[in-house]
Every structure is written in C-alpha cells, then in structure tokens.
C-alpha cells in the first residue's frame, strides 16, 4: 500500500510554486503610517482586473496550480472521505503534504501520526515508512520555527549563528524532530540529509556542536571566532520594511529622486500585493503603495528598473508566470512612475502585453541610441509547456516598443531562467548571455549595424567556453578581478536533485563528492573567450542559488557575492551565503561570521546605502515556493566592516546615452597609502537576474585618500567619455553625462531610527 505513498511524494513535492496570498501575513512588523491611498490610474484598473481573473480561474481547479495549498489540500481531504483502502491512504497523504505546505503543520503532524499508527508503523522505519517518518520530522521543525517565531519574535530568528532570542525557548518542535532524525539515522546511518537537518535542529535549540552525537555532527556550522568579520543586524523590522510572504523580488531605487534609496518588493502569490515603501529621511520607511496608485498589482517573482521613457523616473517591470507552464501565461507590467509619486500600468499601451510564464528580463541598450531596449526571457519549449519565444523589444523613444529578437538574430525557445546584458568585448554594445535549465546556456555577441532591419547578434557560447552550468539559475556580468574586462558568474540549481538539496550541502561541509550541478565563474580573456576559473576561486558549489546579486561590503574595490538559497521543498533548510573577494584572487565564505546565514528559502537580493554612510547595506526577499513557507524580509545593516577604506558615490545621467546610465564603464585610478597605483572598474547596472540593486553606483577604493582619474565611457554611440581628477573621496558626486562631477551634500542617518 505504501508504494503508492512514494508515488504521491513524488508526485506532490514539484518545483511549482505560490502562494494565493494573504494580506495579514504581509504587512511589515514595524510600518510606519502608510500614507493616504489614491484611485489607480486606468492601465492599473486594467490590469488588476485581468490579474483578479486570473485568480478565480485557478480557484477552479487549484490542483493546476502548486501554489494553492490550502485549496489542494481541502480536494485531497475530500477525496480522502470518499475512498478506501489503498486510495484513501494515498489521498490522506496528499492532504498532510498539503496542510504542511499550507502552513497548516498541526494537521499535517495529526495526519501523519495516525497514518502511521494505522498501519502499525510508528517504530519501524523501512523503505515504506521512511517517507512518512521525513515529513513528520520536517513538520515538527518547521512547527518550533512557527511557535518560537510567534511567541518570541526576534530580528535574528532563523540567521546564523542563532544567539540570544533566536534560540528557541520553546523546545517541543526541534527536540521531536530530533528523535524522529535519530530514528532515521539508526536506520539508514548514511543518510545525509537526516544527519544535516538532525544538525539543524540542534542550532536552533542552541545544542550544536556539543549535543549532537559525534558519529552525526557536521562541522562548520559556527562562526570562525578568530574571523575579523562583524556581525551585519538584520534592522528590518525597525525600519519597518519586513514584508512578511514568499518568494519575490526586490527594486532599490531613488523612485521619488528625494536623494534616498527606496523599496519596492513584491512576492508572486496570486493575492500578494507589491508593495513600495519610500524612505522618510530618518531612516525608517513609509508605505506608499496605496498612495502611488499601485492597489491591485499583485504577484510578480521578479522585478527589473530603469528610467525607460528618460523622463527622470525609474520605471518598474514586474514578471509573472514563472515556473507554472502553461497556467504561467501570464501578463508582465510595465509600471510607468509619473514623477509625482503615482505610477500606472502601461504594459498595454507601450507594446509589451505579452502572456507567456517569465521570471527574468534585462534592460540595456543594443543599438546605443539612448533609449533603452528589454529583453524578456521566456519558460517555452517542452519543459516550460509555453510557446512562441522569448522577447526583444526595441524602445521606439516614443513610449512603445516593437519585438524584434527573432528578427535580429535571437531565436530563443527554451526554458530561460535568467538573463544579462555585458559588453565582452568591450566594442560598445552590449552582448547578451541567457541562462536556459536544463540546455546549453547562450551567449549572443552583438554585431551591430546601422538600423534595426540589418542589426544583427551571433550565438557564440560554444566557441567562447560559457555554456555550462546545463542546469544553471541566476547570472550577471561583474569585473571581479578589476583588469576592464567583463568576467562572467553563472550559478548552478540542479532541479534533478532539488529535494535532497540539504544531503548534498552536507556532503560539500563533509568535504564528500557530490551529484549536482556546480557554479561557474568565467574570467574574460579578452580575445572572445573565457576560462572558467570557479576551482581556484573557490566559487566550484552547489547553491541551489534563487536570487543573488553582487556588492562591495568592505569598500576595498572588490566586489561580494551574496546568494539567496532553497528549493521548493519543505525539507529544503540551506544557509543563505556571503563570500568576500580577497582582491580577485579567491572567495572566503563569511556567512556565519557576518551573520548572513539565514536558514528562511532566498530569493531577490540587492545591494545599495540606504543609511548613506557610505557602505553598501543588503536587502534580501526571504520565502518559499508553497503558502506555508513564508517569512519576513531580511534588511542586513552594514556595520561599517572595512574600516579605513574609502569609497565614492557616482549618480550618472545620460543625455545622448540612455537616462539612467545603464552599460556605462566606470574606471577610477586611485593610489594607495603605500604607493601602489592600482585601478577600480565598473558598469553601471542593477547587477543579480535576480533581485536589483540601485542604479546609484557606490564604489569602494581600498586605503587611498583621493581619486587620481575617473574615467566615464557614456554607452551612446560615440562612446564619449568625461575625464575628472583629483577628486576628494567619501564623497557623493552627481554627474551629467557631459558636464562637471557636482558633490552632493548628504547626512548619514540610522536605519531603523527616528533622526
């Protein structure tokens, strides 16, 4: 009977995700008044509609849609009551699964419980049973992790290193799930992933290393205390920015252009509302949803910004559909900012009413004439279910865009999981790389031409050394070894070993082989060719990376790597990871020492000074793919790590190049307090597929006093450049392409604070 048990679990725990949303569970712990909310322009009454309709069609039939929980788990526990035997069984284990994935995890442990005691199996675990003894194991931890987050909140709950009123003072859920891991273990004694979540459960009732048992412990699970790294305070509820959902995105950005860095996220639950709080200049934030006109729009797994209409605003595009097949075909939104604090949905009028499944899109300008194109990458061909292809829409300068990709050469009917633009050839058009599950990965240099009917992209990931990771998520271009050219990060998410994600992660701290798929770090040659250099860096990992983005936490020139992890699974308990660049030469992993070490699934990463003292502060989307595995965001505050180093803060504008700036190269010569003269190089974008950092460009220096030359190379089809020198560093400087590098006066504040 129970062979049918196995096949449910199979069946049940597939990477299709959502929540259907939950308006309670969203509102951040520490909000400020939100402010008076206003009538939604037209285009958003438009397509709040069309996304409301969308929701009551997969109220229907909720057994389409992964992401329904609580609707999928009240079908199987009405079709448990009409059957018998073998099928009744099966049915009650699809409504436990369910209930757990719903958040419901009392009625999951109750049914599991008397599954098992049924069928006279509570003591015995064998091959049937072992599936039932790992999800009541899981559902007990995830029951302490409800209980202590609800009884004894705490802005460390769930970060390692677990300290102070993060441990859990109720111990019921962690202490049954350690027994039930025992039983497990003393079973099958090479289970890796019992042993890495048996560990788990002992950090969270503060046992580890000392309470688990020798054969079982896993080390490397508590910070280095010799480690001169600072603990980063997650001070996001203080500044009342700690959205309380699943997976989503993140946009920081200056929407309002009052000088400080806003906060738009979103998560993709059908009902979840995106949300945009503006900083209030004392450090907290305030939400602004309701009165930016932005009521209705929902979901959204991915967001990407920039100034598309060169008005002075950054617009927003939301996507949606990801990871549903054909129930994903879905409307993206382009959400216009009207420059006075209101935005509109515009998707319909600007000629990107597109419904096909998508997570991913990148803005950058192809044929440099200073407005900005968007590619859209697409989930079609046989693993998505969609059809037609992915996207490239040329920007018209008149506020429309027309879909040109298969015309100019990108014919792309894969299932694409993200997207980047970089130029690696440094000829000044971006080229552009896409990232596809399950296929070999693409990388389409740009030829250029004179109009859009001879412009023409060549595929040449095969001949360059870039297809691989086969089985790769997230991406980005970045110049991690800062010689001015555009080295290339690919990350891996192995979807065929998804659900023993937490055996594998125990495998890599055993220093044991490992089955999946592993990152790669490509260094330009600078010849049209690139050497995956991912081994001697230390970046050759299996992350299951969701969202991930780049920065510079220490201001030595060199930028960090902060990666969102998980899968859609329940059982699915991995750290999120940071890992400083030590001057391009290597990546040391600095998760448990600088506090990043969140066990909540990660998703949209960004980077940006939100305090504006000049040190890059970390915004990370925390929630899984299911209704129950939800939890607030996460904002690290930068404790001033790097002491000594300098930094400069550049706001670029384009006038023949694109408004925000974006493909513009950056390379400041700095020299250093001993002499050595050196250089520091960057391109202005949002950095990760996966969450965007601000526009804004905050640069570390390392130990110099001034900055000798900044160098600016505008992406406008004469590539001009502006040349300064001599200028003072810790300093914020806007520039208009063109014209003087003018300082910007600013006053550092406290996030969370009130002056």
């Known amino acids: 009977m129970w062979c049918g048990v196995l096949l449910g679990l199979a069946l049940v725990a597939v990477p299709g995700c959502r929540d259907a949303g939950d308006p309670q569970r969203a509102a951040p712990h520490g909000a400020r008044t939100a402010s008076p909310a206003i009538d939604p322009l037209p285009g958003t009454v438009r397509m709040a509609a069309e996304l409301d309709s969308i929701y009551r069609k997969a109220l229907s039939d909720p057994l389409r849609y992964g992401h329904l929980n609580r609707e999928r788990a009240e079908v199987w526990r009405a079709e448990a009551s009409r059957r018998e035997g073998p099928e009744q069984l099966m049915a009650r284990f699809y409504y436990a699964y369910e209930s757990l994935a719903a958040g419901e995890t009392e009625v999951a442990i109750r049914e599991i419980e008397a599954l098992l005691e049924e069928a006279d199996l509570a003591d015995d675990v064998s091959p049937q049973s072992k599936p039932l003894f790992e999800l009541l194991a899981a559902s007990y931890l995830r029951l302490g992790e409800q209980r202590n987050r609800i009884r004894n909140p705490s802005p460390g709950a769930s970060i390692l290193p677990l300290a102070g009123n993060a441990v859990h003072t109720d111990p019921e859920g962690s202490r049954r799930a350690i027994r039930l891991y025992l039983q497990l273990l003393a079973a099958y ?3 890796l992933q019992a042993r890495w979540l048996l560990n788990i459960a002992h950090l969270t009732l503060g046992t580890y290393p000392g309470g688990v048992p020798v054969e079982y412990l896993i080390r490397g699970l508590e910070p280095d205390p010799e480690a001169e790294i600072p603990r980063f305070p997650n001070v996001a509820p203080a500044a009342g920015v700690d959205v309380d959902g699943i997976a989503g995105a993140v946009s920081l950005e200056d929407f309002d252009e009052d000088g400080f860095i806003d906060i738009l996220a979103t998560a993709r639950g059908f009902n979840d509302q995106l949300r945009l709080f503006l900083a209030d200049g004392r450090g907290g934030f305030v939400d602004h949803t309701g009165a930016a006109g932005l009521k209705g729009i929902v979901g959204g797994l991915n967001t990407v910004h920039a100034d598309y209409d060169n008005d002075g605003f950054d617009d927003v595009l939301v996507l949606r559909g990801g990871w549903l097949a054909a129930e994903g075909a879905q409307p993206n939104s382009l959400l216009k900012n009207n420059g ?7 998707t319909a009028r600007a000629g990107l009413l597109s419904r096909r499944p998508t997570q991913t899109a990148a803005w950058g300008d192809f044929n440099a004439d200073g407005w900005l194109d968007l590619f859209v990458g697409n989930e079609t061909g046989p693993s998505g279910g969609g059809s037609g292809h992915s996207e490239l829409y040329l920007n018209n300068g008149d506020g429309t865009f027309t879909e040109v990709a ?21 000829d000044g058009l971006p080229d552009l790389y896409i990232s596809v599950l ?11 031409g004179t109009t859009p009917e001879d412009w023409r992209f060549e595929e040449v990931a095969a001949s360059a050394g870039v297809q691989r990771p086969v089985r790769s998520f997230p991406v980005f271009f970045w110049d991690y070894d800062n010689d001015g050219w555009e080295d290339l990060f690919v990350a891996s998410f192995d979807p065929t070993l998804a659900s023993m994600a937490p055996g594998e992660t125990a495998a890599q701290y055993l220093g044991q082989a490992t089955r999946a798929e592993k990152n790669r770090l490509y260094r330009n040659n600078g010849d049209g060719t690139f050497t995956d250099v991912s081994r001697e860096v230390g970046l050759d990992l299996s992350w299951w990376a969701m969202g991930i983005n780049f920065g510079d936490l220490n201001n030595d020139g060199y930028p960090d ?12 308990i991995l750290p999120n990871r940071m890992f400083l660049n030590e001057r391009g030469d290597r990546f040391r992993d600095i998760t448990l020492e600088g506090g990043f070490g969140h066990l909540q699934k990660g998703h949209a990463i960004g980077f940006a000074d939100l305090d504006l003292d000049g040190d890059q502060d970390v915004y990370a989307v925390m929630g899984g793919a299911v209704q129950g595995d939800h939890f607030p965001n996460a ?5 001033g790590f790097g002491e000594g180093n300098a930094w400069v803060t550049l706001r670029l504008e384009g006038r023949t190049a694109n408004r925000s700036a974006i493909g513009a190269r950056i390379r400041l010569s700095v020299t250093d307090r001993d002499g050595e003269r050196r250089a520091v190089h960057q391109t202005v974008s949002t950095g990760g597929s996966f969450g965007a950092s601000s526009l804004q460009q905050e640069i570390g220096l390392g130990r110099t006093d001034r900055i000798d030359e900044l160098r600016i190379t505008w992406p406008n089809r004469e590539r001009s450049t502006d040349v300064y020198t001599d200028l003072p560093v810790n300093r914020h400087y806007r520039i208009v392409e063109g014209g003087d590098a003018v300082p910007i006066q600013v006053v550092p504040l406290k996030l969370g604070g009130d002056d």
């Open 438 to 448: 399950d296929r070999p990965n693409r990388l389409y240099l740009n030829r250029g």
């Open 561 to 572: 790597i902060y990666v969102g992890t998980g899968t859609p699974f329940m059982t699915s």
């Open 340 to 346: 006075d604090g209101t935005f509109e949905d515009v």
């Open 635 to 639: 904002l690290f505050e930068n404790p």
């Open 189 to 191: 004694p090479r289970d």
């Open 406 to 426: 298969e015309q100019l050469g990108i014919s792309v009917r894969e299932f694409v999981k993200a997207v980047a633009w970089g130029d690696v050839d440094n």
